[in-house]
């Protein structure tokens, strides 16, 4: 087993998920959107604002290929999926897992959230985005775990142990 990758929607929870899972496995763990933030040494929110979207996706797909090469837990940003090259990076380089939650739980955990510029638009655009993204997630994923009304902990040990099941 080399990476586990995580992707799913803004809000799915692979930013906690993955640092526990990374815990129960032993794994370095690491999350695309944080290490932009470091290497770039400013906030995504700024980056969209000040460069716009297009930049903030080379910086991630830049990202994804330097934090691909050992054994990580590797949550991704919601939407590094849209890029084929970065789909084939992930394949290439470990399992890829999606986390998925419907609509309704991502709009409660997200509704007062400033910092996520593609979600901050109207509820029409949300609802649009999500329906698109998750085609591409299921499209994309080795594995698929449900996690409404499912804790962290509950869902970091449901995936340790698909991966130690599986991992002959
Ligand atoms: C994005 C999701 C965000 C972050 C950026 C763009 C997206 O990450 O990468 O705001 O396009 O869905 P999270 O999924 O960790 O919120």
Known sequence: MNNIYLIGFMGSGKSSVGEKLSLLLG????????????????????????????????????MLQKVSVGESVISTGGGLIESEQNIKEMKNAGIIIYLEASYNTIYNRLKTDLSRPLWNQNREKQEALYEKRIQLYRTCADEKFLTDDKTIDAIATEIKYHIVNNSN
């Open 27 to 62: 794994y370095n763990y690491v999350d695309t959107d944080q290490a932009v933030e470091e290497a770039y040494n400013k906030k995504i929110v700024d980056i969209f604002s000040d460069e716009g979207e297009q930049a903030f996706r080379t910086y991630e797909s830049k």
